[in-house]
């Protein structure tokens, strides 16, 4: 149950291991067993300097989010309370991209950096990289937040997205292209790497 709860977090392993009361090795082999039998799937960190950016820690999603939602007994009801929707959002977004991940090249990870900046998903084949940043909100604007633009001011993409509820909208920072994209045109990022 308490990874359940921690879909779109940072998973310390020895942390779990204390409030669960059982060794970091059986921890490991109980999160290895949930991604071979498809429950959960680890999302590792993207870096290309190691010593700024968070390297060890995984974020873990659900396969089925209504196994993670009965677990946290959430199931069936109408409306899920608003701090976890969040992630929950993030959870279905992720899988609707690694979905359309046709290559077996593609890689979906997270960025964090130790100075707290983050990206939801990096999306990258060979050198090619797409940030993607998941919204639970309808943007009526394009608004980008201090993190992504670090990001693409870092790594220079070509095209940057932000999920979110609402309509399509576009700006361009820098060289990059930022594509506003509601959420069921998701599966569209993918076409920018084939």
Not at 32 to 48: A, D, N, Q, S
Not at 74 to 94: K, Q
Not at 99 to 108: P, V
Not at 154 to 175: I, N, Q, R, S, W
């Amino acid at each position: 149950m308490n990874i359940a709860s921690q879909i779109g977090n940072l998973v310390n392993i020895t942390e779990l291991s204390s409030t669960v009361g059982i060794s970091d090795k059986t921890i490991q082999q109980y999160l290895w067993y949930l991604e071979e039998t498809f429950i959960l799937k680890k999302v590792t960190p993207y870096h290309r300097n190691v010593r700024s950016e968070i390297t060890k820690s995984p974020i873990y999603y659900f396969y089925d989010t209504g196994l993670r939602n009965y677990l946290l007994g959430l199931f069936g009801i109408p409306v899920i309370p608003s701090a976890l929707s969040g992630h929950l959002f993030e959870n279905i977004i992720f899988h609707l991209i690694r979905l359309h991940a046709h290559f077996a090249s593609t890689r979906i990870h997270f960025w964090r950096t130790t100075d707290n900046a983050e990206v939801d998903f990096v999306v990258s084949t060979g050198l090619d990289v797409i940030p993607v940043e998941v919204k639970y909100t309808r943007l009526s604007s394009v608004q980008t937040s201090r993190s992504f633009k670090s990001f693409l001011d870092k790594y220079k993409p070509e095209k940057a997205y932000v999920v979110h509820l609402g309509e399509k909208m576009e700006e361009t920072f820098d060289t990059t292209k930022i594509v506003f994209l509601p959420f069921y045109e998701s599966a569209d990022i993918m076409k920018d790497l084939q």
